[in-house]
């Protein structure tokens, strides 16, 4: 899900499902942790944005969005 801000900026929704109910974190693009299973992360640029959730156990599942120019 992608909401426009203004003309140089989105907000990429982002969704954690877990049926085992045992997510732990996210790691957002920026580096910083989230522990909330839903949310929104702002963007500026074109570019290739990376997600990283882990449940307890330590496992990782990756999620990337790439973020083109929109053809005029």
Do not use: C
């Not at 899900?1 to 085992?20: A, F, N, P, T, V």
């Not at 974190?25 to 959730?53: C, M, Q, W």
């Not at 449940?55 to 999620?63: F, Q, Y």
Request: net charge negative.
């Amino acid at each position: 899900m992608e909401k426009k801000i203004d003309e140089e900026h989105y907000q990429i929704g982002w969704q954690i499902l877990d049926r085992q109910e045992d997510f732990k974190h996210i790691l957002l693009p920026d580096n910083t942790y989230s522990k909330e299973t839903r949310g929104y992360f702002e963007v500026g640029k074109e570019g290739t944005y990376t997600f990283l959730a882990y449940d307890r156990a330590g496992n990782e599942t990756k999620g990337s969005i790439i973020l083109r120019e929109k053809s005029k």
